[in-house]
């Protein structure tokens, strides 16, 4: 099983302020790397895939990078609606898909 | 636009069998590449994949639930189903399911989630 480790568990930050999120993987995923957002009683929301492209009707604000085994969210200028979990996903072993644990951004 | 629902018992008694249905609505269960995926998480955890199915029924499923986990897909009601046996409350959580255009390809849509609880 390839292992995805998120860092850090928690983040508190202000509105308004830039922030990156780091998700590595125990073994290349290659580019197959995906970003959710999740709010509380909320489906996770595909933000990101292919470790840089946006989801229909994401904000330019979320940018995804990285390849192999370490990648960031970066999302830009906080936003009221950015406080969530966001998590990380790795679908290049599609005999066992796997998520990181998530980071939590909390309002400073 | 695609839209998928979870359905079921909200709560289940241990050692007994859970089972979810997902119906899928605004497309076909058999276009294209479409795997159709069960996904859950515990309360307050992250998130667990299951399993996922073609529409031609071919499956595949996490190995540390394989044993206890079947899906299924009913072509003719555009629905797929997740059985997952002899449970408990470590199977307490909310189960989603999801669709993606391929076996590497991303979850693209997401049912809004179902939560059962494993309860005497």
């Known amino acids: 099983e390839i292992v995805m480790t998120q860092s850090p568990a928690t983040l508190s930050v202000s509105p308004g302020e830039r922030v990156t999120l780091s998700c590595r993987a125990s073994?290349?995923?290659?580019?197959?790397l995906a970003w959710f957002q999740q709010k509380p009683g909320q489906a996770p929301r595909l933000l990101v895939y292919?470790?840089?492209t946006r989801a229909t009707g994401v904000p330019a604000r979320f940018s995804g990078r990285g390849s192999g085994t370490e990648f960031t969210l970066t999302i830009s200028s906080l936003q009221s609606e950015d406080f969530a979990v966001y998590f990380c996903?790795?679908?290049?072993?599609?005999?066992?898909?796997?998520f990181g644990q998530g980071t939590k951004l909390e309002i400073k | 636009q695609l839209q998928l629902q979870e359905s079921g018992p909200g709560v289940v008694k241990p050692s007994q069998t859970l089972s979810l249905t997902c119906s899928v609505s605004?497309?076909?269960?058999?276009?294209?590449?479409?795997?159709w995926s069960w996904i859950r998480q515990h309360p307050g955890k992250g998130l667990e994949w299951i399993g996922y199915?073609?529409?031609?029924?071919?499956?595949h499923s996490n190995p540390s639930l394989k044993s206890r986990v079947t899906i299924s897909v009913d072509r003719s009601t555009n629905q797929f189903s997740l059985m997952l046996t002899s449970v408990t409350a470590a199977d307490t959580a909310v189960y989603f399911c999801?669709?993606?255009?391929?076996?590497?390809?991303?979850?693209?849509?997401w049912g809004q989630g179902s939560l059962v609880t494993v309860s005497s």
């Open positions: 999801a669709r993606a255009s391929g076996l590497r390809a991303v979850w693209t849509y």
């Open positions: 605004g497309g076909s269960i058999s276009s294209g590449d479409a795997y």
């Open positions: 199915i073609y529409h031609s029924g071919s499956t």
């Open positions: 073994q290349s995923v290659s580019s197959n």
């Open positions: 292919a470790a840089s």
């Open positions: 996903q790795q679908y290049n072993d599609w005999l066992m898909y796997s």
